[in-house]
């Protein structure tokens, strides 16, 4: 148990700096011969700009040109949610951004929608009507702003994590898988200070704000045996979000710090 813990911590020590969220830019359609050829600076023009906006990570464009060659896809012609939402898995991307051009009388139109890659709901959408390609370049700002304008902040605690704590009691190591919907699942495998060894199970709820992360859960053998967890603890993430620490108290022990590590 102790050797798990201790890879756990290291685990924390190891982690890379990485953004709250990240975002792929597709190829525009376009309804024009003529524009066909401008689309691909487009969406080249609009990735540099979303560069530099907010907590985001943004896939270099020939990144992810390459990676729809080798999938089959091309990179434009995107506009259905579903098709969107297989592309940005493959990707490995939070959100994508694919959108559409076309000519109305003297007038260059570019609508752009951003779609969560989980729920293939479009989260922001931007459009933009221009007479020049001098009026695009100073609209674009405004453009890609509005194309992450909405985006939510990521919940860096949906997944499977494991991680626990010694303490004078025992050691404590735990399987917590946080879903998106705030329920959670837990394991528990505990050893006491005469090494006996039992495993508890069951569910629960947790959330979170800024500052504290909250764990409510009730776990159970299969002999009836039960434990409450009722956490409330400033929590710290490592320095790549997939680890984070927290401070509990063991039943019938003194608070000790909890450490986890992102496993899926």
Known sequence: MKKLLSAVA????????????????????????????????????????LVGIGDIAVLERKQVSKILEEMNFQASGYTDEATAKTIGK?????????????????????????IDVETAKILCSAKMSVSSWNEFSRRLPDFAKDCVKNLPAKNWFAGTW???????????????????????????????????????????????DKNILRIDAR???????????????????????????????????????????KTE
């Not at 003529?34 to 023009?45: A, F, K, V």
């Not at 559409?100 to 009388?105: E, I, N």
């Not at 050691?171 to 528990?188: A, G, Q, R, W, Y």
């Not at 108290?249 to 710090?257: A, D, I, L, S, Y």
């Open 10 to 49: 290291a685990a924390i020590l190891a982690s890379a700096v990485i953004s709250a969220q990240t975002v792929a830019v597709l190829g525009f359609d376009s309804d024009s011969i003529c524009l066909d050829q401008r689309t691909g600076t487009m969406s080249d023009l609009l990735t540099d700009e």
């Open 162 to 208: 494991e991680g626990g704590y010694e303490s004078d009691g025992g050691d404590d190591f735990f399987t917590i898988v946080f879903s998106e919907k705030n329920k959670c699942t837990v394991t528990l495998a505990t050893t006491n200070a005469f090494g006996d060894s039992e495993t508890l199970s069951g569910s629960g709820s947790y959330s979170y």
């Open 90 to 114: 493959m990707l490995n991307a939070d959100c994508i951004i694919t959108g559409s051009t076309s000519m109305l009388g003297d007038k260059l139109v570019v609508t752009a929608r951003t």
């Open 219 to 261: 776990l159970s053998t299969d002999l009836g045996v039960a434990r409450k967890i009722s956490w409330r603890s400033i929590y710290s993430f490592g320095e790549g979000n997939d680890s984070f620490s927290i401070l509990v108290k063991p039943e019938g022990g003194k608070q000790v710090r909890a450490t986890f590590a």
